[in-house]
Every structure is written in C-alpha cells, then in structure tokens.
C-alpha cells in the first residue's frame, strides 16, 4: 500500500491554497477545533492536510492517524460491502430479502435487497429499545406494520440498513465488523480504525480505548461543549466507526485499483434507486448520489458533517472531509471536488436574478462557511414548482432552489 505521509499544519501555517483557504476559513467561522483533509485521484494522494487540534482540553494537533468519528460516514464501507457480496454472487439487489431471511413476516415478502440498501423499503424506526443484536432488531421490526408500500418513497433511518446488514451477516457468515476487516480492511490495509463498544451500565458507560481519537465538540455560546454520538453496537454498519484520514484515503485508493469493486459494480452503487413512480429516491447501493459540475458523484456524510467523503467515478476522484465539531453541513467535500473536477456543460442562464441576493445574504452562515463572497446569480430554470439558480462563489457554484412555498434549498 502507497505509503501516506500527512503534514500537521497549524492553522498560521496553512499554505494559500483554494483547499486550505476555505478549511481555514470554515474552522474560523464554525469555531471547529480540529479538521483532516485527504484528496485522491486515480489511486495517489494528490493532497492532504491536517489542521487545528484533536483534543481541545488537551491541545493536541490532528495528524494523518487521528481516529474521527465519522458517524453515518461508515456507511460509505457498508456500501461497499454490499456491492463485494454482489460481485460474489452471494446477493443479488432485485433478490426478495425472504431469499435471504426465510423468517421475514408476509409484509416483507415484496422488499428487495434493493429497497433495503435505498432506504425505500417502508421498515418503520421502531425497533424494541430492549433489542441489543440485530437477530433482536430484526425480531422486534419483523412485528410492526410498514410506514409505506416497498419503493414508494425513501425515508432515511436506521432500520431498512439494520435488516440489509443481517442479511450480510448470514450471507458470509461473519459478523459485521469480522467481515468489515476481511473483505475492506485487509485489502485496503487499514491500520487505525476502529469502533469504541460502548454499552450503558447504568449510571456509568464503558467503552474501548481508542488510541488518538478526537474529542467531538458542539460550539454552545462563546464556547466549546463535548457533544460525541453514543452508537449501539447493531448499528456500526450505519455509524460509529472511528476512523483516520490515512485509512479512508486507502479505501479511495483500492476503489481506484480495482482491489474492491468493479467498475460496473461501483456504477451501479452510484446509480439512483428509482421509486415507484418514476422519481430519484436520492440513494443508491446505500451510497447518497448527486453530482459534481455535472459529473455523477456518490459518498455519504455523518454527524451532520464530522465526516464528508465524495466520489467521482468518472474522475477517479475522492474527496475526504474530516472534522471534530457538530456545527457543520455536510457540503464541504463536494464544493473542494470542484477544484478538481473539469465542468460539463452547464445549462445556459434564462437571465440574471439580482433579486434573489438578499435571500442568498441571509442564508445559514454553517452552508456557505467555507465560501468566499457571493458573486454572480443566474436563473437557470423557471416552472411553476420550483425556480433554480446558479450562485458563484470564487471558484465555487452552488445551485440554489427555490420551491412555491418560498424555501431556499441547496442543491448538492
């Protein structure tokens, strides 16, 4: 595996460049103690950075083997895991999950694999509070009604995973962090990530040392509270891994070989599930999907953003965003792709919208904290539903839309 050598830079320290410009610019705005950054291209580390601090009480520096808590971040190597089991021919995503699971109740008989992984399968969160396994989790969930008919919509939560990563279980035949280990560490090499095994004891909780993790902070006034997510070992598929920059970088850079996923498979991880009445459902093999200037992008974020991480097919291109603060929306990592990315086509502006600067100038300072000042606004589509606009920032575009009921909404 490429050796990654990572620099620990201070925040006066951090060269003038469009990456560390805006970080340190984010770091400043958000109050964020500590942040990583890893970009890599066609399987090399074309940039890294570490900036600020781990550990505000006891002012020690991020480095490249700092263990962030990237929260449903994970669920970026849960994804991966899924599409390995296809290539295996060990699942198939059209597969009924009662192929997999011969005890799910009749009102599973319709869910697929594929709804599982797209959060479309109608599994309500209500899984019994008691339940501590997920053969307990997937009992208690067999037992409650659907919230809605399989691919009718996609509705984010925990349980339609939590059933997807039993059946992973069953499959190989491993428990999830064994075969996390098997088919994505080892061949990846990763060397510093782990899970904490925190369990309740009453008035106490007890958890796993991990060596150099961040303390997680929430900025609360004019100043810094610990706010870290406490994650029940049935849902580290979804989140909880404390993971470094140096083993996330090594998960791009063996997508880029070919020691994990195919290219078909990688696309098909990457494309849209598309829900019953012909609409994106916004998720793929688990994966979120969007687009970069045009080119088609999957990662997933966690925390809302004590982890970033994007992908460009197309490009080769991963970009890792990595922080120890709960103050931050998950939109860092596809705006420094921009750098890296060439623009497609875009389409061409109706008119410019000047009209709409002053909503943009009073929007949520955690969106655009890591942009420099608003330039141009076009109009860039106009219907009765939904007007969308093309904001410049510097070198950075965002498209904004704009819905009938008034609300403005970033579009990733």
């Known amino acids: ?31 964020v103690p500590g942040m990583a950054v890893v970009v890599v291209r066609d399987g090399r580390v074309i940039k890294e950075a570490s900036y600020g601090e781990a550990s505000v009480e006891h002012k020690v520096p991020v480095g490249p083997d700092t263990r962030f808590q990237i929260a449903s971040a994970t669920k970026v190597l849960t994804g991966t895991l899924v599409m390995l089991l296809v290539q295996d021919g060990k699942l198939a995503l059209d597969a009924p999950v009662a192929r997999y699971l011969p005890d799910a ?24 509070p008691a339940a501590t396994t997920l053969d307990q989790v997937t009992a208690s969930l067999a037992k409650q009604p659907l919230a809605f008919a399989p691919g009718a919509k996609a509705q984010y939560g925990l349980s339609d995973v939590a059933v997807l990563t039993r059946v992973l279980e069953k499959v190989s035949g491993m428990a999830f962090e064994e075969l996390l280990r098997a088919r994505i560490g080892k061949p990846a090499g990763f060397g510093c990530s782990a899970f904490e095994h925190a369990i309740d004891d009453g008035p106490t909780r007890r958890a796993d040392l991990i060596p150099h993790a961040v303390g997680v902070y929430r900025w609360e006034g004019d100043h810094q509270r610990t706010a870290w997510y406490f994650y029940k070992e049935w849902t580290y598929s979804q989140g909880g891994l404390f993971a ?30 598309r829900l019953t009445d012909g609409t994106d459902g916004g998720f793929g093999v688990v994966f979120t999907t969007g687009s970069v200037r045009g080119h088609r992008a ?10 970033d991480i994007i992908r460009v097919p197309d490009q080769k291109l991963t970009v890792i965003v990595l922080a120890n603060s709960k103050s ?23 008119r410019d919208a000047p ?34 606009y093309r904001a410049t920032y510097g070198k950075f575009v965002i498209v904004w839309k704009l819905g009938a009921d008034g609300k403005l909404e970033q579009e990733l």
């Open 244 to 273: 470094c920059p140096r083993d996330l970088a090594s998960w791009a850079i063996a997508m880029d070989s070919g020691k994990l996923l195919t290219p078909a498979s990688e696309q098909r991880a990457a494309t849209p599930f």
């Open 1 to 31: 595996m490429q050796r990654l050598a990572f620099a620990a830079l201070a925040l006066a320290s951090v060269a003038a460049d469009p990456v560390d410009t805006a970080i340190k610019q984010v770091m400043a705005r958000m109050h």
């Open 355 to 388: 009209e709409l600067r002053v909503q943009l100038e009073k929007i949520d300072p955690a969106l655009i904290a890591g942009l420099p000042p608003l330039g141009r606004i076009e109009l860039i589509e106009d219907k009765a539903s939904t007007k969308r």
């Open 328 to 350: 931050l929306y998950p939109n860092l990592a596809p705006l420094l792709a921009q750098l890296y990315v060439p623009a497609k086509p875009q389409p061409p502006a109706l």
């Open 298 to 307: 999957y990662g997933h974020s966690g925390g809302p953003a004590l982890a």
């Open 105 to 128: 109740p009749p009102a599973w008989r319709t869910i697929t694999i594929g709804h599982l992984a797209a959060h479309a399968a109608g599994i309500p969160d209500k899984a019994d």
